[in-house]
């Protein structure tokens, strides 16, 4: 097979869905952004981004780890000199001003060293972005020049002892000074990431106690207290640290956006940290499969290598499949959101655009944070099981990732709320008639309650079955969705058990949707090497996922209907009902044999 010219990203601008639209549609119907379609500018950063931890950050690991004077700063402004730091500043504040993709490339590259990857991402991510969004041209001017280079480093305080995800009870207040030129600070704030090396702060304090609001604080402002570095279980490296406000005083002027619109900051910059947080785990993913792999094709026992034990191939594949869901539902999600703000590149009014559209994917964001968040933790655990005793040893390289991949289930709010998030979400959405789901669903309730032909007809190509079972699932999942908000109604958000399964077959339509999607374009846009992985990917995917979603619809209608409505129920299911032929057994061994052969994730960028 010859690979095909690449599309543009025009194609995936005009079948653009909205925020979960991917359940209205025909499954893996609609083009998408693939990892296959990176420019070459994009390569040319993930690739500079690659060098750079492996040559400077990596061969510092243990300086990292025990918190040297100085070597944090040090790389973040060596960081800064490769421009890492201005993909996200516009080119009128003297940025580079790039996509979304660009800057996800970047996470996913370094975060092969963990608490470097959360240094960084608190300072130009979290740190740096609500100046960016919000912050006026003033501000801009002044900060955005010194973030660029780490002449100042950022960091962004809004939890509190009393409010971790509950953001909006936070205790710490701001008034205005009787002159009427200052905010006055007091309060305090823990958890913060880059605390002890920061030299500017986003604070958020709510006005006269009742406006909640955002204020960029710098370091050395007298009033402000630095706590102690804490001992952490993992991320050593990085400094995490408490923070106290006594009568700290900020110019008026350098209030983020409007009073008491601090809610609009805070969600949207969370929910641009979990899109890059998403795409850093998946990175961290391919890092610690590369490391297990080339460990069990050294190690020996029994008179052969780990690798050739079938049980190990298959701890191998199912590490791989796990990163190349991720894969492509992050460069999906960042395809997504590059292509709603395309056509505003020259906008004055870009900032606006780029929050819009974040908002736009925040449900995709979410899933990408909760899946990527626990595939990295399964991946690092399997890597530990292959290691044996060695892994549980400080000089391989698999017992830091354990304890580093733990926090990212509690980074950017608990995987609890955000799987809280995102049926309630949709549901909010469709109610205020932003997503036309609730047609859809009537549609879908009334083909199974009639059994009128609900299982789509296979069509043709390889990956035909995978395409009908992503459809299955969609329906499937649409299906239990409505039911479970028809029957439980304003009641739904209280049944947190019920939303978190929601959630999960959320997620998992999404998954299945993009991998067969992306398996189905790389078959004419890579050569038949690639494409036969692509197949195989998909394809095991597509078989644990059906089965996982089914099994999620059927205990939620025993749980929303243990009475006599749940046979018709069980009954209407049923109808969705597929038998799968597939060899997943073989096809992973297939996977494991592209694994060890690559010494790790078989698919490359560059």
């Not at 944090?72 to 080119?91: C, N, Q, T």
């Not at 050395?220 to 640290?241: A, F, N, V």
């Not at 239990?480 to 049944?495: D, I, Q, R, S, V």
């Amino acid at each position: 097979m010859v690979a095909q010219p690449k599309p543009t990203l025009e194609a995936v601008e005009e079948q653009l869905l909205p925020g979960a639209g991917f359940l209205l549609h025909e499954a893996a119907s609609k083009e998408i952004f693939t990892a296959e379609r990176f420019s070459d500018e994009h390569k040319a950063f993930y690739k500079t981004a690659v060098d750079f931890v492996e040559k400077q950050v990596v061969p510092r690991h243990k300086d990292i780890e025990h918190k040297v004077d100085g070597v944090m700063p040090d790389l973040l402004r060596k960081a800064g000199e490769l421009g890492f730091h201005m993909v996200d500043i516009p080119e009128a504040f003297g940025g580079l001003g790039l996509d979304k993709t660009t800057t996800c490339l970047v996470s996913e590259a370094l975060a092969r060293q963990g608490s470097f990857s959360v240094a960084i991402g608190a300072h130009n991510g979290i740190g740096m972005l609500p100046l960016v969004f919000f912050g006026s041209d003033e501000l801009k001017k002044e900060w955005l020049p010194k973030f660029a280079d780490a002449s100042v480093i950022g960091a962004y305080a809004l939890t509190e002892p009393g409010s971790g995800s509950d953001a909006l009870a936070a205790k710490t207040t701001a008034v205005l000074s009787e002159d009427g030129k200052h905010w006055v600070l007091n309060g305090s704030k823990m958890w913060i990431t880059n605390g002890h090396i920061a030299d500017v702060f986003t604070v958020f304090a709510k006005i006269d106690g009742k406006k909640f609001s955002a204020f960029l604080v710098p370091a050395k402002t007298p009033g402000l207290s630095i706590g102690r570095e804490e001992p952490k279980m993992g991320i050593r490296g990085s400094s995490t640290t408490a923070l106290s406000f006594d009568n700290v005083k900020v110019p008026k002027e350098n209030l983020l956006g409007e009073e008491g619109k601090g809610h609009k900051i805070a969600f949207n910059i969370l929910n641009m940290g979990r899109l890059r947080l998403g795409v850093a785990v998946m990175g961290g993913c391919k890092m610690i499969l590369s490391v297990a792999t080339k460990y069990a094709k050294e190690r020996k026992q029994f008179g052969q290598s780990l690798s050739e034990f079938r049980i190990i191939q298959q701890k191998l594949a199912d590490m791989a499949v796990a990163t190349y869901c991720g894969e492509s539902t992050s460069y999906r999600t960042t395809g997504s959101v590059d292509a709603a703000t395309a056509k505003a590149k020259d906008s004055p009014n870009l900032a606006q655009k780029l929050v819009d559209a974040i908002e736009e994917y925040n449900i995709e964001a979410s899933i990408m944070k909760v899946s990527g968040s626990e595939a990295l933790d399964y991946i690092a655990d399997e890597a530990v099981q292959i290691h044996g005793g060695y892994g549980y040893s400080e000089e391989y390289a698999v017992e830091c990732a354990y304890r580093d991949s733990r926090i990212n289930r509690i980074f950017e709010g608990t995987n609890e709320i955000n799987r809280m998030l995102i049926p309630g979400t949709i549901l909010k959405r469709a109610m205020k008639g932003q997503l036309d789901i609730m047609p859809v669903t009537q549609e879908i309730q009334e083909s199974l309650h009639r059994a009128a032909s609900p299982v789509p007809q296979q069509g043709t190509g390889p990956l035909a079955e995978e395409q009908q079972l992503a459809e299955l699932v969609r329906k499937a999942t649409v299906y239990t969705l409505g039911t479970a908000a028809m029957k439980l109604m304003t009641e739904l958000e209280k049944e947190q058990e019920q939303l978190t399964m929601l959630a999960d077959m959320i997620i998992d339509a999404y998954t299945i949707d993009t991998v067969v999607r992306r398996a189905m374009q790389a078959q004419n846009e890579t050569n038949e090497k690639a494409a036969a992985l692509h197949r195989l990917f998909a394809k095991v995917a597509a078989v644990e996922i059906y089965d996982r979603a089914m099994a999620r619809a059927r205990r939620i209608v025993v749980e929303l209907f243990p009475d006599a409505d749940q046979y018709t129920r069980f009954m209407e299911l049923k109808r969705l009902h597929l038998d799968v032929t597939a060899p997943v057994v073989v096809l992973k061994r297939q996977i494991a044999e592209a694994v060890i052969e690559a010494d790790g994730y078989p698919l490359s960028y560059v």
